[in-house]
């Protein structure tokens, strides 16, 4: 199954019929909504709102590891996350999609693995991942490809035939927040090869690797960075432009649920072999 998980300004998945609506409580505590199970032409889709239904998780807080967590609790294999960013790269324009093929992270306090050796959490089941967690091995996962190539290579194809304004990678480069980066700030990450800049991108790519769920994050281009603007940022200019994509995204999702196929066939469920010490 896949799940869906929407950012700033995406709290529910328009053409979704929902099934029913699950409240999970996991080791890694409570996710930052309830998962809704729904149904898109005849495929079921799990979805969870980042921020919570009323946006009342910041970046920084976001309980990453319970909502990767709920998902695998529902039986999602596959994970989309959409995100707003701000536009590093001159090419970008406000209303572009961009999709993500490697990351930069800048974040300093968050949880970033389900694997802590010792201090690992006990927990129920009999795969690999429970395996690796109650026996309290300290893992290293490989990253070169964090994004999994048969999705991004699905939501390339949905773009090109929709005709929609967007780019075919990206690096994501993700800071702390919840403030805005200093012109500064942006500038040394343009430098460091930065296509686009958000908050939430990072543990979650990670996180669901670590599951061996396949990742991909489909961005949507909010504003360009500080200092490129040239005025003030705001969160309402954010949340505005999300609404005004709204439909596309909405008509990118179903092809995008329709067009990929039930069977899996990247590596990205392998990703734990080889990587305990």
């Not at 053409?15 to 032409?41: A, D, H, M």
């Not at 709204?246 to 590596?267: A, Q, T, V, Y």
Request: charged share 25%.
């Amino acid at each position: 199954m896949l799940g869906i998980i929407g950012g700033s300004g995406l709290y529910k998945l328009e053409g979704l019929k929902v099934i029913k609506e699950i409240n999970i409580k996991t080791p890694f505590g409570e996710p930052s909504s309830p998962v809704v199970i729904g149904e898109v032409e005849g495929k079921k889709v799990a979805f969870l709102a980042r921020h919570g239904k009323n946006h009342q998780y910041p970046p920084h807080l976001v309980p990453y590891r319970a909502n990767l967590w709920a998902l695998r609790e529902v039986g999602v294999k596959r994970v989309l996350g959409i995100s707003a960013v701000g536009g590093i790269n001159k090419l970008l324009m406000p209303g572009d999609f961009v999709v993500i093929d490697d990351f930069l992270d800048f974040t300093k306090s968050r949880k970033s693995t389900f694997f802590e050796g010792i201090f690992s959490l006990n927990v129920d089941g009999e795969d690999k991942v429970a395996e690796l967690l109650n026996k309290k091995k300290v893992v290293h996962i490989d990253v070169s490809s964090a994004y999994c190539p048969e999705m991004r290579s699905t939501l390339i194809q949905i773009l090109e035939e929709k005709g929609f304004r967007f780019h075919r990678k990206g690096v994501y480069a993700c800071t702390e927040g919840p403030r805005f980066e200093t012109p500064s700030e942006i500038k040394v990450l343009e430098k460091l090869g930065a296509d686009v800049v958000g908050m939430t991108g990072y543990p979650e790519v990670v996180l669901a690797r670590e599951l061996t769920m396949c990742y991909a994050s489909l961005c949507v281009v909010a504003n360009p960075a500080a200092g490129i603007a040239g005025y003030r940022l705001t969160s309402d200019e954010v949340i505005n432009l999300m609404k005004q994509k709204e439909e596309e995204i909405k008509e990118i999702l179903i092809s995008f649920i329709k067009s990929l196929p039930d069977d899996r066939g990247c590596n990205c469920e392998k990703i734990l072999e080889g990587a305990e010490v």
